[in-house]
Structures are given as C-alpha cells and as structure tokens.
C-alpha cells in the first residue's frame, strides 16, 4: 500500500532481535477481518485461494497470521480502494444476509476505523446508515433500462452486477433473454460437488451415508462418483472427509471432462495445466493402478499442493509430476503419450456462479492475451501425442473466442494432422468445450 504506515496507538511492539510482534486486536472480528482480506488479495494481488499460505496446510491460522501482520495492526493513509472492500462486506450483509442493522454497521465501522483510521470508521458509519434507511423505506435506486444499446447495458451492469464489457458480449452474441439468464444464474447460490475416491475402496453410497450421519443435505449428480450439496461444506472438512481421502471437492464439469478423456488401465496420459489437480486425480483413479499419469503445471506450489492430494488419495504411485512450461517442455521432450488433456488458461466466464471475484478481475483486453496464450499451448500439446492418440481440449470459459474459434484457428494451422468432435455444455452448468 502506498505511504508510510504509522503505528496504532492501540497496538504495541516489542523487539525480538530485528522483528517486531504485533498485539492483537480482538475488538475486531477475525472473520470479518479474514473477509476483508481475502477481497483485499483478491483485488490487488490477484492471489490464488489455495496459495493463501505457502505451505496449503492450517490455512485459517496461516491467513490469521496474514490479517495480524496487515489488517488492524497499523493505520495507513486512506485508500479508496480499501474502503470500498469494507463497504461491500457491509452492503453485502445489509442487502443479502439480512444481518442485524447494528451489528452490520458496529463491526464493520470498527473494522475500518482499525485498518485505516478513524475517520474512514465516520465515513463507513454514514454509508452503512443511509443504505439501511434506504432499504428500511424501500426506496434504494435502480437504474432505468433506457436509452442506447451503452446506457441498457450499463444500467444491466449496476443491476445484475457485471461489467458493462460482458453485458455488451452477451447480448451481442447471445441475445437479451439469454443474456439475463445467465446473468441471473451467475449470481445465484452454486452448489458444490464431491467426488467419491473408489482407489481408496469408497462407493458413493458410503459417501452418501457419511453426509446423512452429518445432517448434510445433498442429491445425486447424473454422474456416478458425484454428490451435490449447496450448505455443509464446514461439516464435511470438520468431519476430515477430505483429509481421510474419502472423497474431494471436484465440479461436475471436470468429471465431464475426464469422462472425455476417458482414461484406460495400460494407457499414458498428459495433464498439461494440471494443478490444482482435480482432473489429475480423477483421470489417475480410472487407471485402475495401470498406467501413468504426468501432471505438468508451471506453477510449483500448487503442484506440491496436487501431489500431497495424490498420496492422500494413494494415487502418488500413477501421478508424476513435472514443473515446467509446457512451450518449453514441448521442444525438449521426447516423450508421447496416448492421450494429451490441456485444460488451457482462460477467462473463466463460464464458472462466475463460483468465481464471484473473476468478473471484476477480467478485461475485454485480457481476451487477447489468453487466445494467442491459447494457441501456443495448443500448438505445443498437440507434438506431445502419440501418432493415433487423442488431443483434448477443455476451458472455463464460455466465451467462442476461446472455445470454437481456438480449434478452428488450430485446424488451420494443421489441416491434416486431427480428426475433430466438438461437445457443447449448455452455459447453465459450469461450461466445458472440448474436442478429441
């Protein structure tokens, strides 16, 4: 953050050697603080979840260590931006969760006043208080859906919470009705999927029991490994299903893509963007203890975080992993495998149900800087299959730029080397365009 921080009179510091020891504050409540900062990373680091903490283990203590270290311990010279991070959590309590008007505007003016300075705490104080008369009389603000086709889609931006640059893409390509659909799906509850582990013996029906002992309401996903549940995700990890490798948290629409791929007993297979490692694992379990899996991925912490999963789900034995980039390791590699997944880098517009903090991360620019990115990835992992075998490609996004528009660019660029099939997901579910 820019300027020089200045110390809380609230808070002292005593030496240890170099370092100084910060004293918490328990005025502030560390899940509101834990909040602020995951929209504070979000918003100008960009961070991955799962990396919130170096080592993925314990990382509500490790992101408390973070929050002591930055939030709440020394003021800063008032940063709009910081503030606006406050008033959503408030907005959002106020207008989505129905929190008590006095504890929404107490917590969150303290939060503020800690973080930054008083006066931002007088600042949020005032918003919070208006928005609640508003809401009290009903009588808060929307827009008019008027004018041009620019004044619509930025009224559609304010109302259905989206930038105006993919209101304006979707209604071109998608046309208005189908537009507000999926604006409309995107901002509702997601429900979150698990997948059962069988390479540890489990079936879904102990999984199924497991979540009754637990009170967890959940349904069957069309997809036999699959369990679908919308609220008791807490209870699940409290529970260490995770941990004792019954099952994982995996969307529906990575299975989709693994039963694309369709891995065999005896057969080789490349995951060229493989980490978190989802799509690795499940791939790995239908191998029946035959064959190899390589998990290649650029990014080495999450590759260690794919490979603690692996042992987890006694999988580390099918499951190689390879740091490095796969335009690199293309040109270096000699090995070829039966079947080739790359689930390219995308914008992720097909996943905003879940990924919230994407919409408001993305560009229009950004567009044009994965499709080359794309292309490239493309161009390298189809030199990594064996003559006969099967390249897959799969994205987040919904977008035809990435989707459609890569493979017939792809085509073009190697007019007789692939046979092409093309599976459509409708944009209701997270969204998978793949083609073998």
Known sequence: MNGVPKLNPKFSTR????????????????HR??????LLRADKGKAFV??????????????????ERTLGFSTRHLDDRDIRLILRIGFFEILKLNVPAYAVVDENVRLAKVALRPGAGNMVNAILRKLLLLKETDSLPLPKIEGDDRAQARALSIIYSHPVWMVRRWIRFLGKEEALKLMNWNNSDPYFSLRVNTTNGYTRDDLVNR??????????????????????????LQAGLLKEGMCAVQDESAGFVVSVVDPQPGETIMDCCAAPGGKTLFMASRLAGQGKVSALDINKGRLRILMEAAKCHN????????????????????????KVLLDAPCSGLGVLS????????????????????????????????????????????????????????????HPVRVHIKIIHRSFTKDTNSIFN
């Open 15 to 30: 030496r240890a050697g170099t370092s100084k020891v910060p004293i918490i504050n328990f005025e502030v409540s560390h």
């Open 33 to 38: 603080a834990v909040a602020a900062v995951r």
């Open 50 to 67: 799962d990396l919130l903490n170096e080592k993925a283990n314990d990382s509500g203590e490790n992101e408390m260590g973070y929050v």
């Open 211 to 236: 979540l009754e002992d637990l009170q967890v309401h959940y349904e069957k996903s069309i997809m036999d490994e699959f369990v679908r549940i919308r609220e008791g995700m807490q209870a699940v």
């Open 315 to 338: 999988l580390d034995d099918i499951i190689t992993d390879i740091h490095g980039d796969l335009r690199l390791y293309a040109k270096e590699s000699t090995a070829k495998y039966d």
């Open 354 to 413: 879940k990924r919230a903090d994407l919409r408001w991360n993305r560009q229009f620019e950004d567009l044009e800087e994965l499709v080359f990115l794309q292309d490239e990835l493309l161009d390298s992992a189809s030199s990594l299959v064996k003559p006969g075998g099967i390249l897959i490609y799969s994205t987040c996004s919904i977008d035809h730029e990435e989707n459609e528009n890569r493979v017939t660019a792809f085509v073009q660029r």
